[in-house]
């Protein structure tokens, strides 16, 4: 007896295949959108992309920005931005660097605590991060590095194990997947640094296995119904593993919703990557990674085709 209810019903019959024409469309014109989004405005690159100083202070009181940057206007930092986040107390100091010499570098940061305690004694200053622009390069140059190549090693993967069809489905959908999040950042404007990029990895991940729980079940159906058209055996497989796919998306965004919400500026970032590129990963298991098998002509192995190749091996 069942005593927890079904949100998704087993024997679900769906036709995700009939809409597959506008759900490729509009995901090409998604990410058309999403590089020219990214080359226009560009992203908000943190400190570990842009080189600069990171200051995390707690005001005695509620912060007044206004009078923060007064009082951190005579050092001639340039461009400062200052944020508040958490309960109104909490302020993050961005600077870009300002001197090549590390030691001078680290006499400024002083004088702008030096001066932070001026204006409130009772100021707490929590963290100080900085980064020079040699490591920032190398750091952005490492980040899209890493990418690239845990995209193609998918390839490879999936290559060998499935048809080459499911590779390039795989390959396509990861990459939808990772320039659409990235065109998020261009337009909410959060904060891209590491920690963006390791979710970004975690969400190739993630996108890779839920794809491949459905490639599973393509190949399965491919051998168990060898005359049914690939569209259906496709839609087939969506519904049988609809149930998996949403559950498992469900638990996950309800954890990182709680982090989005509660957890702070820190890592509203990586939070946010995550959100975004689950919700886009799941969409791009059905409407790319599925459909382009249908384009690329994949197809099930006739009993005659076994047959010959049964009577052709050694």
Not at 21 to 45: D, M
Not at 69 to 98: K, S
Not at 249 to 271: D, K, N, S
Not at 283 to 309: D, K
């Amino acid at each position: 007896m069942r005593l927890l209810p079904r949100f998704v019903p087993d024997d679900t019959h769906i036709s995700f295949m009939r809409y597959r024409v506008l759900a490729l469309s509009l995901s090409a014109a998604v990410t058309l959108l999403s590089v020219l989004l990214v080359a226009v405005f560009g992203l908000n690159f943190g400190i570990d992309f842009r080189g600069g100083t990171l200051i995390e202070v707690r005001t005695s009181e509620p912060a007044d920005l206004a009078r923060l940057r007064e009082a951190l206007g005579p050092l001639d930092l340039g461009e400062v931005q200052l944020q508040n986040f958490g309960g109104g107390r909490e302020v993050l100091i961005r600077f870009e660097r300002q001197l090549e010499d590390e030691r001078a570098q680290q006499s400024l940061v002083e004088e702008v605590k030096t001066t932070l305690q001026k204006h409130d004694p009772g100021i707490e200053i929590r963290r100080v991060e900085y980064v020079g622009p040699k490591v920032s390069q190398d750091l952005l140059r490492g980040g899209v590095l890493a990418v690239a190549i845990s995209v193609g090693l998918i390839l490879v993967y999936i290559w060998f194990r499935f048809e080459w069809q499911f590779g390039v489905g795989a390959v396509v959908s990861l990459l939808h997947d990772v320039l659409v999040t990235v065109g998020a950042f261009a337009v909410v404007r959060y904060e891209f640094d590491l920690s963006t990029v390791a979710a970004l990895l975690t969400l190739v991940g993630y996108s890779l296995n839920d794809t491949v729980v459905v490639y599973d079940r393509i190949r399965e159906n491919l051998r168990r119904y060898k005359t049914m058209p690939l569209e259906q055996i496709i839609d087939r497989s969506l519904n049988d593993t609809l149930a998996r796919t949403i559950m498992t998306g469900v638990t996950t965004l309800l954890a990182l919703l709680a982090l989005f919400f509660f957890g702070g500026e820190v890592i509203r970032g990586f939070t946010f990557a995550m959100i975004f590129g689950i919700l886009v990963g799941t969409y791009s298991s059905v409407y790319i990674a599925s459909p382009i098998l249908i384009y690329f002509n994949l197809r099930a192995v006739t009993p005659r085709e076994e047959g010959a190749a049964a009577t052709a091996r050694p």
